[in-house]
């Protein structure tokens, strides 16, 4: 730490009395993450100048780790031409990246100062939707023909290896471009030099396709332990890479939105985590406001409907007070368990490993035998508990029994709920990590709650049908917009107050 601060302030003072020379030589041998980290700590004016003293590669390498924000306040104070240096010699995905994230006017404006090669690589970059493998992947690879000898490989492989993310995977193509088979730079250098390349490449290659999700090349990656990965169209044409780096930069950034969104407060029409946070944390309070308030919101509604089923059940609370007590552990047990479900399912989701074709076979009903299982262990000890602990209050001796069916029901439900909830949400194409949470808390309270009462209303002797009449009444539309009470179902004296939407 105390080298650091060594060098920023040697750094500051060299571009304070503008010897570029001396800061070209000072920060030569540093790596463009050290120098990028270093720069962070600077003003705008002294990164513009630090940026000037690179070498153009070195600088588009150094601009290219500088945070988004810095980056796009950089470029509102740098020429056009300058920007046009930087760009065209950034990492293609990342360039494609950062000009998404600007307004549509102002990327269309840099774009006609980008050389034509470079216009056409960020169209055919940019035309991949977000989240899949083609807007993660670079256009940058090292490509061989099949004809080729191993002389002629290595003469290419030297007029490109600076212009390519890597040259360890070296990848064979035929006539039309087509992916059909790979060498590593080893293979290349203990080969004879008249080697054909065809004879000398492997042709089970590990590839996928640019249409698919970003995480099935994360697992790829993982699961065969590769540098970067080949990405092909559906004509099996070579369109580009995956590296490592760039699987990571992506799941990092999916998990920190992930995280927003399971707690509610990430706005839906963005994707990257710097924008969240900077927007969150700065500028206007309304902006955190409007995007915590709609799932705040379902919160309050569903809130509203299970103080319904508690007060509508007012007069069964009145006769055993005892039933009280457990309210909270059959709500917080749904919550905690339905909550374990819907992380487990988006964890899942995000590393490939839920099936949405065979969601109900291969996972909904294997999720239903863990919440049946666990609803019976917790049911046991949840009913054991009540019955020594409060006994027979007001001569019920089965308070213990209804504790127990309450809790492996809200147990069972909220297990397959925080499954299938996130389901149909992704099914009709709402995002499921904010929209879920909310829905189950709802559902599981709803049903945890009214099974409860209920059953605790028939063990003092409330007939079933007025049970079942006060229930179908308490569910309409019309009752939580009345304002005058309505008439009593139930067998004894008491104002029932309805709820519902």
């Not at 041998?29 to 705008?44: K, Q, S, T, Y």
């Not at 046991?380 to 029994?401: E, K, M, R, S, T």
């Not at 004894?492 to 709820?499: D, G």
Request: hydrophobic share 45%; proline share 4%.
């Amino acid at each position: 730490m105390k080298k650091n601060n060594l060098l920023l302030d040697e750094l500051r003072e060299l571009i304070s009395r503008g010897d570029a020379e001396r800061l070209r030589k000072l920060i030569g041998f540093l790596h463009p993450e050290a120098v990028a980290r270093l720069g962070g700590d600077l003003n705008r004016d002294e990164q513009r100048t630090l940026l000037g003293a690179l070498e153009p590669r070195h600088r588009a390498q150094v601009f290219g780790r500088l945070g988004r924000d810095v980056q796009l306040e950089l470029f509102e104070t740098l020429e056009p031409d300058q920007i046009a240096e930087i760009l065209n010699r950034m990492p293609h995905d990342d360039r494609v990246d950062l000009l998404q994230s600007m307004p549509d006017r102002r990327a269309d404006e840099l774009k006609r100062h980008l050389s034509t090669e470079t216009q056409r690589d960020i169209e055919k970059l940019g035309k991949y939707a977000q989240g899949t493998v083609g807007s993660v992947m670079t256009s940058e690879f090292a490509a061989l023909r099949n004809d080729m000898t191993v002389e002629d490989a290595l003469r290419a492989l030297r007029s490109f290896a600076e212009d390519v993310e890597t040259v360890y995977y070296l990848f064979v193509l035929n006539a039309q471009r087509q992916l059909k088979g790979v060498l590593t730079l080893r293979d290349l250098l203990v080969a004879d030099t008249d080697t054909v390349l065809h004879d000398l490449m492997r042709t089970e290659v590990v590839s996928c396709q640019a249409g698919e999700g970003a995480e099935v090349a994360a697992r790829l990656l993982k699961d065969y332990d590769l540098i970067a990965l080949p990405v092909i169209n559906g004509g099996d044409e070579m369109v580009g890479i995956v590296t490592f780096d760039d699987v990571i930069d992506y799941i990092e950034e999916e998990a920190s939105e992930t995280m927003y969104k399971k707690a509610g407060v990430a706005d839906l029409t963005k994707s990257k985590d710097h924008i969240y946070s900077e927007k969150l944390t700065q500028g206007s309070i309304w902006y955190p406001i409007r995007v915590r308030m709609l799932f705040l919101f379902i919160t309050l509604i569903g809130g509203l409907i299970v103080g319904g089923v508690i007060d509508f059940f007012e007069d069964t609370l009145e006769a055993v007070l005892a039933a009280a007590i457990f309210i909270p552990l059959i709500m917080d047990m749904g919550g905690n368990v339905g909550t374990q479900s819907t992380t487990i399912f988006a964890r899942g989701y995000a590393l490939g490993h839920i099936n949405l074709k065979q969601f109900f076979r291969s996972h909904l009903f294997r999720e239903g035998g863990v919440g049946l299982i666990m609803g019976a262990v917790l049911g046991v000890l949840g009913g054991l508990a009540a019955y020594f602990w409060q006994g027979a209050p007001n001569g019920i001796p089965q308070l213990g029994f209804a504790v127990g069916i309450s809790l492996f029901t809200v147990t069972t439900v909220a297990t397959m709920l925080g499954f299938l909830l996130p389901w149909i949400l992704l099914k009709i194409g709402v995002d499921h990590a904010p929209g879920a949470d909310p829905f189950l808390t709802t559902i599981k309270d709803f049903t945890g709650l009214a099974l409860y009462f209920v059953l605790i209303a028939w063990l003092i002797g409330v007939p079933d049908e007025a049970i079942e009449d006060a229930l179908a009444e308490a569910s309409t539309p019309a009752a939580i917009v009345s304002a005058e009470p309505v008439p009593d179902p139930m067998p004894f004296q008491a104002t029932a107050r309805s709820f519902g939407y």
